[in-house]
């Protein structure tokens, strides 16, 4: 097997530095000769939707982390009209943003930000709840065809591990460890900050 590196979304709107981290997986694997896939997940959707003027997606990314993000771009969303923040970030940036995957399918392994509706098959399945789907999913026993990992949904004590899916959001976003999953062969371990 190579080696792949994923990631499962939510670069911006989680720290001082969204501006730094979406620059910093633009510029490939820090890995030598190891691929990255990188996904997207609700707050680059709600972003990208933001910067192409959506006014709900404005008031919504402004709320949960826009403000921070755009300072991190060196923009001030008081003084800054949201007509001029998409020509103030980067050009690669944001086409970084707009080619994420919205899921990977690798072995017996399903990677996805937030989940699936159970009973839709991934074909059919509505980028909305990939991104952003909760409780419907959380919550059930059915089999997705593989196990999905996931995040989104931040937990406590560790990463939650069901017969059907691995939440691995240990809430890095309110100072908790951040979790990585490592699978080999038929071998799951977690690396933590």
């Known amino acids: 097997a190579h080696p792949l590196l994923l990631h499962l979304g939510d670069y911006v709107d989680k720290g001082p530095d969204s501006a730094g981290v979406v620059a910093r997986l633009a510029a490939g694997s820090p890995l030598p000769g190891v691929p990255v896939v990188n996904l997207m997940g609700n707050h680059e959707r709600t972003m990208l939707d933001a910067l192409a003027g959506e006014r709900a997606a404005i ?21 800054t009209p949201p007509a001029a923040w998409s020509g103030a970030i980067p050009v690669e940036h944001q086409a970084f943003l707009r080619g994420l995957s ?27 709840d990939l991104l952003r789907i909760r409780h419907v999913f959380l919550h059930s026993e059915a089999d997705f065809g593989a196990v999905v990992v ?32 490592v699978l080999e062969a038929d071998r799951l371990a977690f690396l933590r900050s």
Not at 59 to 70: H, N, P, S
Request: aromatic share 8%; proline share 6%.
């Open 59 to 79: 008031t919504d990314w402004l709320y949960t982390g826009g403000r921070e993000a755009l300072a991190s771009w060196g923009l001030d969303p008081d003084s």
């Open 102 to 128: 919205l899921h990977h399918r690798l072995g017996g392994y399903l990677f996805v930000h937030a989940g699936l509706k159970p009973g839709v098959p991934l074909a059919d399945q509505a980028e909305d």
């Open 150 to 181: 996931h995040g989104h949904t931040p937990v406590r004590g560790g990463p939650d591990i069901r017969r059907n899916r691995i939440n691995i959001d240990t809430g890095a976003v309110f100072g908790r460890d951040l979790t990585c999953l």
